[in-house]
């Protein structure tokens, strides 16, 4: 049976992720595990004030709204139970990711991309580069509704045919359209021809090359922003890979990383093979 893994907070960006969860889970029938990694609270002595909640207090509140969040669930029709972990987030869901083999991880970001959230990463960050199956990333900002205009921004330099395959699959379940969008920019070499790539996508799958897009702007993150947004997407895709150290020293730093700081849009990140 198809499983989703949502780890949640307790804040509006996990009721968010669950809304998300949802929108899937209807059309895939999957499974849903909501996973709390709960970070015991040590209160500060110095700065306690009477009839400040124990940690006993907090831990059953938690427990409380985590059976809360899948008695919501299985009422509206889901199927779907939830998990009580102790330890640092990003650990637990690496290990529920390798226990459970989820097909998708989907979380509520923190932050709303500003300045601090680009310098240090999020929980988010954490996950998609430690999981190894697709992460969907919802944004503070976004309400999601459906995921019927996606756009899948691509390099055209890397093998994404069975991403592509996946994604398409994916927008067939939920009755969607894509667009592939392809943003030249200085900063981001362009090092294979772009034409060999479209044509293979388009033959293997069947594609009119009307559905891509190749756009020019002053940087690859700044173009997939403003195009995702004229085309009124409601989900963004994008394939990432290791990259090497030349890489890491001369192209662009990873446009994946800086849109999951950084997009309004819900965000879908599969991993390329090597």
């Known amino acids: 049976m198809k499983s989703y893994l949502v780890p949640v907070d307790f804040s509006s960006n996990a009721q968010r992720a669950l809304s998300a969860a949802r929108i899937l889970a209807k ?55 939830g998990i009580w972990e102790q330890g640092i987030v990003a650990d637990v869901v690496k290990g529920k990711i390798e226990a459970l083999k989820p097909e998708l991880v989907i979380i509520g970001r923190t932050g709303t ?29 976004a309400h999601p509704e459906n995921f019927r205009e996606i756009v899948y921004a691509t390099q055209l330099e890397h093998e994404e045919r069975h991403v592509i395959g996946k994604v398409l699959e994916l927008s067939r379940q939920l009755s969607g359209r894509i667009t592939f969008l392809k943003i030249n920019s200085l900063t981001q070499p362009n090092i294979q021809e772009d034409n060999q790539f479209i044509h ?41 890979r290791s990259r090497g150290i030349l890489e890491q020293l001369f192209v662009d730093p990873s446009v994946t990383a800086k849109l999951i700081v950084r997009t309004s849009i819900p965000l879908l990140v599969y991993h390329l093979e090597e």
């Open 113 to 141: 991309g500003g300045f601090v959230d680009r310098l240090f990463g999020t929980a988010a960050s954490d996950i998609v580069k430690i999981s190894k199956v697709p992460v969907l990333v919802i944004p503070p900002q």
């Open 27 to 81: 059309t895939t029938g999957a499974h849903l595990y909501v996973l709390h990694a709960h970070q015991p609270y040590i209160p500060d002595i110095a700065l306690g004030a009477p009839g400040m909640p124990l940690p006993e207090d907090f831990e059953e509140a938690f427990r409380n709204d985590l059976q809360q969040y899948v008695d919501d669930l299985t009422a509206a029709g889901f199927s779907a139970e």
């Open 200 to 240: 293979e996508i388009t033959a293997e799958f069947g594609l009119p090359e009307s559905e891509f897009m190749i756009e020019d702007a002053g940087s690859v993150i700044g173009g997939i922003e403003q195009y995702a947004k004229e085309l009124n997407a409601d989900l963004l895709v994008v394939a990432t």
